[in-house]
């Protein structure tokens, strides 16, 4: 909200020392990364993914909103920093979805 006041947002993410490039890269190639696949989250995954893809879902329908907010009568968006910084936030949860879910695999490996 406060970027909004001063129409600043830097549409760079870093997450977890990861820039956009490493979350794209991980996305594609999770089996190489972190030994699992991509999955569709159904609660078989365990309380926490569960919870970080309710959180994802939660940035992705903010993300939608600010679409709307954010688009003009001619289908140009304005305040695509903005815009980017949600989609970037949703990758980058479901890239530690895939890092809990693979952690928790592991950690069941070794019971």
Do not use: W
Not at 38 to 60: D, K, P, W
Not at 62 to 90: G, H, P
């Amino acid at each position: 909200l406060n970027a909004d006041k001063v129409n600043l947002i830097s549409d760079k993410l870093v997450f977890a020392g990861l820039d956009e490039q490493a979350i794209i890269e991980i996305m594609a190639k999770p089996e190489q990364y972190l030994g699992c696949g991509h999955f569709r989250c159904n609660g078989s995954q365990g309380v926490r993914v569960a919870q970080l893809e309710m959180l994802r879902t939660q940035i992705y329908e903010v993300e939608l909103e600010a679409r709307i907010a954010y688009a003009t009568y001619d289908f140009r968006m304005l305040r695509q920093d903005i815009l980017s910084v949600l989609n970037q936030s949703v990758r980058a949860v479901y890239v530690l979805m895939l890092f809990m879910f693979s952690s928790e695999q592991k950690e069941k490996g070794n019971d």
